[in-house]
Each structure stands twice: as C-alpha cells, then as structure tokens.
C-alpha cells in the first residue's frame, strides 16, 4: 500500500540528524577509550581534544536542533504506526535530546570547573563561565559517567526501531533519509 502524506522532515533536519547521529555515536567509544591506561601520550592527547572539542560542537548543534524542531512542523507517521509505537518514539526522542544536553554540560563543567583547557573555546578567547571548583568537577564527572548507560540505551532502541522502519520500507525511514536533497 502506498500512502501519499508529508514525505520528509526539512533538509536541516535531516542534515543535522545524521551530522550529530555519527558525531555521537564516535564521541562514546573516543570517551571511553581517551582514558585507557597505556595510551602513547600524544594519541590520548589527540582523543582529548576530539572528545572536549566535538562534544561542545554537540552542544551547539543539539541547541540549534531543538530551536529549528520547534519550530518546523515534523511528517506525519503512517496511520499503520501503532499509537502506543508513536508515543514510544517521541518519548524516545525526546529523551535523546535531554541527554545530550545533560552530556554535554556535565561534561563542559566537568572540565571548566576542573581547570582544564577546551581549545576550540580557547582559541576563540572565550571564557569558562564556569566557576573553578573540584567538588562541582566532581558532582559533573559523575553525572557524566551516569548519563552515558541510558543514552547508549536510548540510542540503542532508536538505532533498531530505525532500521525495522527501513526494512519495513513504511515510510518512516525516509522522514529522516536521504540527509541531502528535496
Ligand atoms: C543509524 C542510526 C540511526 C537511524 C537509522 C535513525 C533513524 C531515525 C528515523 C527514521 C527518524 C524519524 C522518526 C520519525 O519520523 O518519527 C529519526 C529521528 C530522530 N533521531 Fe535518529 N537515527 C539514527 C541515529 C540517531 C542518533 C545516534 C541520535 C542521537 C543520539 C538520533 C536522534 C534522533 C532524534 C532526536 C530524532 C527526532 C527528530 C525530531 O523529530 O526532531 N538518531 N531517526
Ligand atoms: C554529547 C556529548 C558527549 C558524550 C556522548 C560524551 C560521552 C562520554 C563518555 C561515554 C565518557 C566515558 C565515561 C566514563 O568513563 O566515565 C566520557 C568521558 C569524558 N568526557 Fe564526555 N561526552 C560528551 C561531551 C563532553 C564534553 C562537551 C566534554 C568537555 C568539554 C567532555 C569531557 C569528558 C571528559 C574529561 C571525560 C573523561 C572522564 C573524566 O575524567 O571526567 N565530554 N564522555
């Protein structure tokens, strides 16, 4: 059955889903791996810079995102979606959002107020905005290492319920695909 209602979310959707999708899902194993013992000092170096640099770049996309979503209206699901499946994906996505913002602070004020350099925002002369103090270092380190089990689990689900929907070839897939074009 073919069904003939609003195809796709807007082009800067699209594009920024996939941009910040794969700067996710490469900034979690970079997170993890940058702290391993063993690492030649300028490779640990190197993923530092990545992960600090990449998750603020994050931020910055994921703010855009929710102030362009805001304000565009998204494609209808297919009436074949199930309501309790459509609730369950916008939760998810909602979800999705939050966390990545509750990543990416804690970790910017993980750092900031641990002392430590982000050399974009260095470069740029801004400052940390972000008092100096070891215990809140320590209240966003922890949050920051919580945060990470439900978000790999949210995307985990989504990433499936994505790929039946490709599968499944219902439409839904090509809300979001391709990342370019009309
Ligand atoms: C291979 C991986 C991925 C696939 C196959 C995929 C698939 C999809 C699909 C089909 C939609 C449209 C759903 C709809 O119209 O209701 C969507 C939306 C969305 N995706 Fe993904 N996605 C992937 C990766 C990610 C990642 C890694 C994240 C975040 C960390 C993410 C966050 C979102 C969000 C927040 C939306 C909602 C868009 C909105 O309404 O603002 N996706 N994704
Ligand atoms: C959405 C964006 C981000 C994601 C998904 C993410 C993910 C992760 C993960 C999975 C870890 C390993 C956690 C652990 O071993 O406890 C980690 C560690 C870390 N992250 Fe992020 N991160 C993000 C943004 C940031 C930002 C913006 C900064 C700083 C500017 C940052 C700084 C750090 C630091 C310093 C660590 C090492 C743990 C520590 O010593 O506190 N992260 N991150």
Aim: glycine share 6%; proline share 8%.
């Amino acid at each position: 059955m073919s069904f003939n209602y609003a195809t796709r979310y807007p082009v800067t959707t699209r594009l920024l889903h996939w941009i910040v999708g794969l700067m996710v899902i490469a900034t979690i194993p970079i997170g993890l791996v940058m702290q391993q013992q063993g690492l030649a000092r300028p490779t640990q170096d190197l993923l530092f810079i990545l992960h600090k640099n990449g998750g603020v770049i994050i931020l910055i996309l994921v703010v855009l995102r929710i102030a362009w979503r805001l304000a565009t209206p998204a494609p209808a699901l297919p009436p074949t979606i199930p309501a309790w499946q459509a609730t369950a994906a916008k939760t998810v996505q909602a979800l999705l959002y939050a966390l990545l913002i509750v990543m990416a602070v804690s970790g910017y004020v993980r750092v900031r107020a641990g002392g430590f350099p982000i050399e974009m925002l260095d470069a740029f002369g801004i400052p940390a905005m972000v008092p100096r103090s070891d215990s809140l270092a320590e209240t966003a380190q922890s949050i920051h290492s919580t945060a990470r089990f439900p978000l790999a689990a949210l995307i985990l689900l989504h990433v499936a319920a994505g790929l039946k929907h490709l599968f499944a070839r219902d439409g839904v897939f090509s809300h979001i695909w391709p990342p370019l074009g009309r």
